[in-house]
Protein backbone atom coordinates (compact mmCIF):
# COMPACT_ATOMS: atom_id res chain seq x y z
CA UNK A 1 0.00 0.00 0.00
CA UNK A 2 1.39 3.16 -0.61
CA UNK A 3 2.46 5.48 2.70
CA UNK A 4 1.33 9.24 3.11
CA UNK A 5 4.54 9.86 1.49
CA UNK A 6 3.78 8.69 -1.81
CA UNK A 7 0.11 8.97 -2.05
CA UNK A 8 -0.99 8.55 -6.08
CA UNK A 9 -1.52 11.36 -7.98
CA UNK A 10 -5.12 11.59 -9.35
CA UNK A 11 -6.67 13.37 -12.39
CA UNK A 12 -10.31 13.32 -13.13
CA UNK A 13 -11.10 14.05 -16.70
CA UNK A 14 -14.68 14.73 -17.28
CA UNK A 15 -17.85 16.67 -19.19
CA UNK A 16 -19.41 19.47 -18.05
CA UNK A 17 -23.03 18.02 -18.56
CA UNK A 18 -25.35 20.74 -18.62
CA UNK A 19 -28.44 18.43 -19.16
CA UNK A 20 -27.01 17.20 -15.89
CA UNK A 21 -26.65 20.28 -13.57
CA UNK A 22 -25.72 17.87 -10.00
CA UNK A 23 -23.18 16.14 -12.34
CA UNK A 24 -20.45 18.77 -11.66
CA UNK A 25 -21.17 18.25 -7.80
CA UNK A 26 -21.02 14.85 -7.89
CA UNK A 27 -17.66 15.07 -9.57
CA UNK A 28 -16.31 17.37 -7.15
CA UNK A 29 -17.88 15.29 -3.76
CA UNK A 30 -15.63 12.03 -5.59
CA UNK A 31 -12.65 14.23 -5.47
CA UNK A 32 -12.87 15.27 -2.20
CA UNK A 33 -13.65 11.98 -0.91
CA UNK A 34 -10.26 10.70 -2.43
CA UNK A 35 -8.96 13.35 -0.60
CA UNK A 36 -10.10 12.59 2.40
CA UNK A 37 -8.91 9.34 2.31
CA UNK A 38 -5.01 9.98 1.30
CA UNK A 39 -5.17 10.58 -2.69
CA UNK A 40 -4.08 13.44 -3.96
CA UNK A 41 -6.57 14.30 -6.70
CA UNK A 42 -6.91 17.56 -8.62
CA UNK A 43 -9.96 18.53 -10.87
CA UNK A 44 -10.56 21.76 -12.38
CA UNK A 45 -12.80 22.84 -9.58
CA UNK A 46 -10.25 23.73 -7.40
CA UNK A 47 -8.72 26.17 -10.06
CA UNK A 48 -9.99 29.68 -10.87
CA UNK A 49 -7.88 30.63 -13.86
CA UNK A 50 -4.48 28.75 -14.32
CA UNK A 51 -1.48 30.90 -15.31
CA UNK A 52 -0.52 29.01 -17.58
CA UNK A 53 -3.77 28.85 -19.29
CA UNK A 54 -6.19 26.21 -19.30
CA UNK A 55 -4.96 24.08 -22.13
CA UNK A 56 -1.40 23.84 -20.70
CA UNK A 57 -2.97 23.45 -17.21
CA UNK A 58 -5.04 20.00 -18.67
CA UNK A 59 -1.70 18.88 -20.53
CA UNK A 60 0.64 19.65 -17.25
CA UNK A 61 -2.37 17.73 -15.22
CA UNK A 62 -1.91 14.72 -17.40
CA UNK A 63 1.83 14.68 -17.39
CA UNK A 64 1.82 15.11 -13.43
CA UNK A 65 -1.11 12.32 -12.30
CA UNK A 66 0.24 8.56 -11.65
CA UNK A 67 -3.36 7.84 -12.66
CA UNK A 68 -6.02 9.74 -14.84
CA UNK A 69 -9.99 8.79 -13.93
CA UNK A 70 -12.18 9.24 -17.09
CA UNK A 71 -15.59 10.03 -15.98
CA UNK A 72 -17.89 8.13 -18.53
CA UNK A 73 -21.03 9.65 -20.61
CA UNK A 74 -22.43 9.80 -23.46
CA UNK A 75 -21.44 13.56 -23.71
CA UNK A 76 -18.24 12.78 -22.47
CA UNK A 77 -17.58 10.15 -25.58
CA UNK A 78 -18.71 12.08 -27.99
CA UNK A 79 -15.98 15.12 -26.90
CA UNK A 80 -13.51 12.47 -27.17
CA UNK A 81 -14.10 11.43 -30.55
CA UNK A 82 -14.61 14.77 -31.07
CA UNK A 83 -18.01 14.79 -32.50
CA UNK A 84 -19.10 17.17 -30.48
CA UNK A 85 -21.16 20.48 -31.91
CA UNK A 86 -18.82 23.45 -32.77
CA UNK A 87 -17.96 25.30 -29.95
CA UNK A 88 -19.19 23.15 -26.99
CA UNK A 89 -17.09 21.04 -24.45
CA UNK A 90 -13.59 21.90 -25.71
CA UNK A 91 -12.07 20.92 -22.25
CA UNK A 92 -13.04 17.30 -23.21
CA UNK A 93 -12.22 17.30 -26.43
CA UNK A 94 -8.51 18.52 -25.39
CA UNK A 95 -8.18 16.19 -22.68
CA UNK A 96 -9.77 13.20 -25.51
CA UNK A 97 -6.77 14.29 -27.88
CA UNK A 98 -4.25 14.33 -25.14
CA UNK A 99 -5.48 10.91 -23.57
CA UNK A 100 -5.66 9.39 -27.86
CA UNK A 101 -1.55 10.27 -27.94
CA UNK A 102 -0.37 8.97 -24.55
CA UNK A 103 -1.67 5.88 -25.43
CA UNK A 104 -0.78 5.62 -29.12
CA UNK A 105 2.81 6.16 -27.90
CA UNK A 106 2.55 3.87 -25.27
CA UNK A 107 1.01 1.26 -28.32
CA UNK A 108 -1.97 1.00 -26.67
CA UNK A 109 -0.56 -0.27 -23.01
CA UNK A 110 -2.74 1.49 -20.43
CA UNK A 111 -1.60 1.39 -17.05
CA UNK A 112 -2.71 5.27 -16.31
CA UNK A 113 -6.34 5.66 -17.59
CA UNK A 114 -9.20 4.01 -15.49
CA UNK A 115 -12.91 4.46 -16.63
CA UNK A 116 -15.23 5.34 -13.93
CA UNK A 117 -19.37 5.77 -14.46
CA UNK A 118 -21.68 7.31 -11.79
CA UNK A 119 -24.86 5.46 -13.10
CA UNK A 120 -25.11 1.97 -14.25
CA UNK A 121 -26.44 3.03 -18.58
CA UNK A 122 -23.10 5.12 -18.52
CA UNK A 123 -21.16 1.87 -19.10
CA UNK A 124 -22.13 1.92 -23.04
CA UNK A 125 -20.30 5.47 -23.22
CA UNK A 126 -16.65 4.15 -22.47
CA UNK A 127 -14.44 5.51 -25.21
CA UNK A 128 -13.39 2.79 -26.94
CA UNK A 129 -9.64 3.00 -26.96
CA UNK A 130 -10.24 2.67 -23.07
CA UNK A 131 -12.78 -0.53 -23.68
CA UNK A 132 -9.98 -3.19 -23.12
CA UNK A 133 -9.04 -2.08 -19.20
CA UNK A 134 -11.12 -2.44 -16.16
CA UNK A 135 -13.90 0.20 -15.50
CA UNK A 136 -15.24 0.78 -11.77
CA UNK A 137 -18.90 1.88 -11.63
CA UNK A 138 -19.24 4.08 -8.45
CA UNK A 139 -23.00 3.47 -8.27
CA UNK A 140 -22.73 0.11 -6.92
CA UNK A 141 -22.56 -1.00 -3.34
CA UNK A 142 -18.51 -1.78 -3.44
CA UNK A 143 -17.24 0.19 -6.35
CA UNK A 144 -15.85 3.12 -4.46
CA UNK A 145 -13.52 0.77 -2.88
CA UNK A 146 -12.81 -1.38 -5.65
CA UNK A 147 -11.46 2.12 -7.57
CA UNK A 148 -9.53 2.80 -3.81
CA UNK A 149 -7.96 -0.28 -3.97
CA UNK A 150 -6.87 -0.19 -7.19
CA UNK A 151 -5.50 3.51 -6.78
CA UNK A 152 -3.71 2.31 -3.58
CA UNK A 153 -1.93 -0.87 -5.28
CA UNK A 154 -4.17 -3.15 -2.60
CA UNK A 155 -5.51 -6.22 -3.73
CA UNK A 156 -9.19 -7.81 -2.54
CA UNK A 157 -7.08 -11.55 -2.78
CA UNK A 158 -3.72 -11.84 -2.12
CA UNK A 159 -1.11 -14.54 -4.16
CA UNK A 160 -1.04 -17.63 -2.38
CA UNK A 161 2.19 -18.78 -1.01
CA UNK A 162 4.61 -19.99 -3.93
CA UNK A 163 5.47 -23.79 -3.22
CA UNK A 164 8.34 -25.72 -4.41
CA UNK A 165 8.20 -27.96 -7.37
CA UNK A 166 7.95 -31.37 -6.70
CA UNK A 167 10.09 -34.56 -8.61
CA UNK A 168 8.31 -37.30 -10.23
CA UNK A 169 9.37 -40.25 -11.28
CA UNK A 170 9.48 -41.22 -14.71
CA UNK A 171 6.85 -43.68 -16.37
CA UNK A 172 7.95 -46.72 -18.06
CA UNK A 173 8.71 -46.65 -21.57
CA UNK A 174 7.30 -49.64 -24.20
CA UNK A 175 10.28 -51.19 -25.32
CA UNK A 176 8.91 -52.63 -28.51
CA UNK A 177 5.61 -51.13 -30.35
CA UNK A 178 4.84 -54.01 -32.43
CA UNK A 179 4.82 -56.57 -29.39
CA UNK A 180 2.14 -53.56 -27.68
CA UNK A 181 -0.04 -53.12 -30.76
CA UNK A 182 -0.44 -56.79 -31.17
CA UNK A 183 -1.37 -57.24 -27.68
CA UNK A 184 -4.17 -54.24 -28.05
CA UNK A 185 -5.48 -55.89 -31.27
CA UNK A 186 -6.35 -59.00 -29.11
CA UNK A 187 -7.60 -57.70 -26.37
CA UNK A 188 -9.27 -54.52 -28.01
CA UNK A 189 -12.50 -56.53 -28.49
CA UNK A 190 -12.53 -57.82 -24.49
CA UNK A 191 -11.98 -54.33 -23.45
CA UNK A 192 -14.83 -53.44 -25.37
CA UNK A 193 -17.21 -55.81 -24.10
CA UNK A 194 -16.27 -55.09 -20.49
CA UNK A 195 -16.83 -51.54 -20.98
CA UNK A 196 -20.24 -51.75 -22.30
CA UNK A 197 -21.24 -54.04 -19.07
CA UNK A 198 -19.31 -52.12 -16.03
CA UNK A 199 -21.09 -48.79 -15.00
CA UNK A 200 -19.57 -45.69 -15.58
CA UNK A 201 -17.26 -43.98 -13.01
CA UNK A 202 -17.98 -41.38 -11.10
CA UNK A 203 -16.68 -38.33 -11.23
CA UNK A 204 -14.96 -37.86 -7.64
CA UNK A 205 -14.11 -34.48 -8.44
CA UNK A 206 -17.43 -33.29 -10.32
CA UNK A 207 -19.25 -34.95 -7.10
CA UNK A 208 -17.27 -33.34 -4.46
CA UNK A 209 -17.58 -29.51 -6.37
CA UNK A 210 -21.22 -30.64 -6.54
CA UNK A 211 -21.30 -31.19 -3.30
CA UNK A 212 -19.73 -28.50 -1.93
CA UNK A 213 -22.09 -26.17 -3.92
CA UNK A 214 -25.23 -28.15 -2.46
CA UNK A 215 -23.86 -27.39 0.84
CA UNK A 216 -22.75 -23.19 0.37
CA UNK A 217 -26.37 -23.16 -0.92
CA UNK A 218 -28.02 -24.68 2.07
CA UNK A 219 -25.53 -22.49 4.78
CA UNK A 220 -26.79 -19.11 2.86
CA UNK A 221 -30.19 -20.24 3.02
CA UNK A 222 -29.80 -20.87 6.71
CA UNK A 223 -28.74 -17.48 6.97
CA UNK A 224 -31.83 -16.20 5.05
CA UNK A 225 -34.17 -17.55 7.75
CA UNK A 226 -32.96 -16.37 10.62
CA UNK A 227 -34.25 -12.37 10.80
CA UNK A 228 -31.67 -11.59 13.42
CA UNK A 229 -28.98 -11.60 10.86
CA UNK A 230 -28.03 -8.05 9.87
CA UNK A 231 -28.74 -6.67 6.31
CA UNK A 232 -24.92 -6.99 5.09
CA UNK A 233 -25.05 -10.42 6.08
CA UNK A 234 -28.21 -11.37 4.20
CA UNK A 235 -27.29 -9.12 1.57
CA UNK A 236 -23.98 -10.99 1.43
CA UNK A 237 -25.74 -14.19 1.44
CA UNK A 238 -28.09 -12.97 -1.78
CA UNK A 239 -25.49 -12.02 -3.97
CA UNK A 240 -23.58 -15.54 -3.39
CA UNK A 241 -27.16 -17.42 -4.15
CA UNK A 242 -27.44 -15.54 -7.60
CA UNK A 243 -24.48 -17.19 -8.61
CA UNK A 244 -24.57 -21.17 -7.33
CA UNK A 245 -28.03 -21.36 -6.84
CA UNK A 246 -30.05 -21.24 -10.53
CA UNK A 247 -33.25 -23.29 -10.61
CA UNK A 248 -32.46 -24.72 -7.00
CA UNK A 249 -36.17 -25.10 -5.65
CA UNK A 250 -34.98 -24.93 -2.00
CA UNK A 251 -33.40 -21.49 -2.48
CA UNK A 252 -36.09 -20.24 -4.89
CA UNK A 253 -38.51 -21.05 -1.61
CA UNK A 254 -36.17 -19.22 1.16
CA UNK A 255 -35.59 -16.13 -1.21
CA UNK A 256 -39.27 -15.69 -1.84
CA UNK A 257 -40.08 -15.92 2.25
CA UNK A 258 -37.63 -13.46 2.69
CA UNK A 259 -39.99 -10.60 0.44
CA UNK A 260 -42.74 -11.98 2.59
CA UNK A 261 -40.74 -11.72 5.91
CA UNK A 262 -38.43 -8.54 5.93
CA UNK A 263 -40.91 -5.47 5.15
CA UNK A 264 -38.68 -2.99 6.75
CA UNK A 265 -35.30 -2.99 4.59
CA UNK A 266 -35.39 -1.70 1.71
CA UNK A 267 -31.90 -2.83 1.02
CA UNK A 268 -33.32 -6.26 1.49
CA UNK A 269 -35.89 -6.43 -0.27
CA UNK A 270 -34.26 -5.14 -3.60
CA UNK A 271 -31.86 -7.39 -3.32
CA UNK A 272 -33.85 -10.23 -3.18
CA UNK A 273 -35.78 -9.26 -5.95
CA UNK A 274 -33.17 -9.38 -7.82
CA UNK A 275 -32.11 -12.82 -6.74
CA UNK A 276 -35.30 -14.20 -6.90
CA UNK A 277 -34.92 -12.94 -10.66
CA UNK A 278 -31.56 -14.55 -11.18
CA UNK A 279 -32.23 -18.09 -9.56
CA UNK A 280 -35.83 -18.53 -11.27
CA UNK A 281 -35.96 -16.94 -14.51
CA UNK A 282 -38.36 -19.49 -15.79
CA UNK A 283 -40.54 -20.00 -12.60
CA UNK A 284 -43.70 -17.95 -13.43
CA UNK A 285 -44.81 -17.90 -9.91
CA UNK A 286 -41.70 -16.99 -8.53
CA UNK A 287 -41.48 -13.73 -10.69
CA UNK A 288 -44.62 -12.79 -10.36
CA UNK A 289 -43.88 -13.09 -6.24
CA UNK A 290 -40.99 -10.71 -7.19
CA UNK A 291 -42.97 -8.21 -9.49
CA UNK A 292 -45.91 -7.96 -6.87
CA UNK A 293 -43.01 -7.26 -3.99
CA UNK A 294 -41.26 -4.65 -6.09
CA UNK A 295 -44.57 -2.86 -6.68
CA UNK A 296 -45.70 -2.99 -2.92
CA UNK A 297 -42.06 -1.60 -2.37
CA UNK A 298 -42.18 1.57 -4.41
CA UNK A 299 -44.75 3.90 -2.17
CA UNK A 300 -42.08 3.16 0.82
CA UNK A 301 -39.58 4.72 -1.45
CA UNK A 302 -38.47 8.05 -0.80
CA UNK A 303 -35.20 8.50 -2.24
CA UNK A 304 -34.47 9.21 -5.77
CA UNK A 305 -31.34 6.06 -6.16
CA UNK A 306 -33.81 3.09 -4.57
CA UNK A 307 -36.21 4.57 -7.23
CA UNK A 308 -34.09 3.86 -9.85
CA UNK A 309 -33.41 0.27 -8.08
CA UNK A 310 -36.68 -0.45 -8.45
CA UNK A 311 -37.50 0.81 -11.49
CA UNK A 312 -34.59 -1.12 -12.96
CA UNK A 313 -35.60 -4.09 -10.94
CA UNK A 314 -39.12 -4.01 -12.94
CA UNK A 315 -37.37 -3.65 -16.33
CA UNK A 316 -35.55 -6.69 -15.52
CA UNK A 317 -38.01 -9.15 -14.10
CA UNK A 318 -41.35 -8.28 -16.10
CA UNK A 319 -40.90 -9.33 -19.39
CA UNK A 320 -44.49 -9.13 -20.44
CA UNK A 321 -45.89 -8.93 -17.25
CA UNK A 322 -48.90 -6.85 -17.40
CA UNK A 323 -49.31 -5.41 -13.80
CA UNK A 324 -45.01 -4.39 -14.34
CA UNK A 325 -46.33 -2.65 -17.18
CA UNK A 326 -48.69 -0.62 -15.89
CA UNK A 327 -47.00 0.55 -12.51
CA UNK A 328 -44.21 2.00 -14.55
CA UNK A 329 -46.48 3.30 -17.16
CA UNK A 330 -48.70 4.81 -13.99
CA UNK A 331 -44.98 6.20 -12.68
CA UNK A 332 -43.68 7.32 -15.64
CA UNK A 333 -47.04 9.67 -16.13
CA UNK A 334 -46.59 11.25 -12.99
CA UNK A 335 -42.92 11.75 -12.72
CA UNK A 336 -41.12 15.09 -12.87
CA UNK A 337 -37.67 13.96 -13.02
CA UNK A 338 -35.57 14.02 -15.98
CA UNK A 339 -33.44 10.87 -14.91
CA UNK A 340 -36.04 8.86 -13.38
CA UNK A 341 -38.38 9.29 -16.76
CA UNK A 342 -35.46 8.18 -18.76
CA UNK A 343 -35.00 4.92 -16.43
CA UNK A 344 -38.63 4.03 -17.02
CA UNK A 345 -38.12 4.10 -20.41
CA UNK A 346 -35.49 2.28 -20.57
CA UNK A 347 -36.95 -0.50 -18.53
CA UNK A 348 -40.14 -0.19 -20.88
CA UNK A 349 -38.31 -0.91 -23.91
CA UNK A 350 -37.37 -3.98 -22.60
CA UNK A 351 -40.50 -5.43 -21.40
CA UNK A 352 -43.39 -3.59 -22.98
CA UNK A 353 -42.04 -4.07 -26.78
CA UNK A 354 -45.04 -4.20 -29.29
CA UNK A 355 -47.32 -3.20 -26.43
CA UNK A 356 -50.05 -0.47 -27.26
CA UNK A 357 -50.47 1.26 -23.54
CA UNK A 358 -46.73 1.80 -23.50
CA UNK A 359 -46.21 2.91 -27.05
CA UNK A 360 -49.30 5.63 -25.99
CA UNK A 361 -47.57 6.52 -22.76
CA UNK A 362 -44.16 7.11 -23.96
CA UNK A 363 -45.67 9.22 -27.37
CA UNK A 364 -47.60 11.19 -24.36
CA UNK A 365 -44.26 11.76 -22.52
CA UNK A 366 -42.56 12.78 -25.82
CA UNK A 367 -45.22 15.29 -26.45
CA UNK A 368 -45.43 17.36 -22.97
CA UNK A 369 -41.55 16.80 -22.24
CA UNK A 370 -39.90 20.06 -21.92
CA UNK A 371 -37.28 21.31 -24.33
CA UNK A 372 -34.06 20.81 -21.87
CA UNK A 373 -32.61 18.75 -20.86
CA UNK A 374 -31.92 17.67 -24.68
CA UNK A 375 -30.84 14.23 -23.57
CA UNK A 376 -34.93 13.23 -21.78
CA UNK A 377 -36.83 13.75 -25.21
CA UNK A 378 -33.64 11.77 -27.17
CA UNK A 379 -33.94 9.04 -24.91
CA UNK A 380 -37.68 9.06 -24.75
CA UNK A 381 -38.06 8.81 -28.68
CA UNK A 382 -34.89 6.23 -29.22
CA UNK A 383 -37.24 4.16 -26.63
CA UNK A 384 -40.15 4.30 -28.48
CA UNK A 385 -38.40 3.44 -31.84
CA UNK A 386 -37.40 -0.14 -29.49
CA UNK A 387 -40.88 -0.40 -28.23
CA UNK A 388 -42.16 0.57 -31.59
CA UNK A 389 -40.30 0.83 -34.81
CA UNK A 390 -42.20 3.30 -37.36
CA UNK A 391 -43.32 5.27 -34.80
CA UNK A 392 -44.55 8.48 -36.28
CA UNK A 393 -44.45 10.53 -33.44
CA UNK A 394 -40.81 8.97 -32.87
CA UNK A 395 -39.52 9.59 -36.55
CA UNK A 396 -41.50 13.17 -36.26
CA UNK A 397 -38.88 14.41 -33.36
CA UNK A 398 -35.75 12.52 -35.24
CA UNK A 399 -33.61 14.75 -36.89
Not at 15 to 40: E, F, M, Q, V, W
Request: proline content about 4%; hydrophobic content about 35%.
Amino acid sequence: MNSEFNSPKVFISYSHNYDLPDYKDRILTLADCLRTDGIDCNIDRYEESPLEGWQRWMLNQVDWADFILIACTEEYDRRFRGKETEGKGKGAIWEGAIIIQELYDTQGKNAKFIPITLNPEECHFIPSPLRSATYYELDVDDGYESLYRRLTGQAKIKRSKLGKLHTLAPRDRKQDFRIAQKVNLTTQATVSKKKSSQPKKVDQAKSLKETKRLQEVQKHITINSYLNHNVEEVCEALKRLRIIAKGDPKAIRSVSNLLSSFQKSLKITLDAVVTLEKIARNDEASVKIAVQKVITTWKDSNEKDAKKIIIKCLGEIGNKNKPAINKLISILGREKDSVLIQFIANSLAKIGVGDRDVTQAIETKIRFAPLKPKILRDNLVKNLKIIDPGNSVAAQYTR
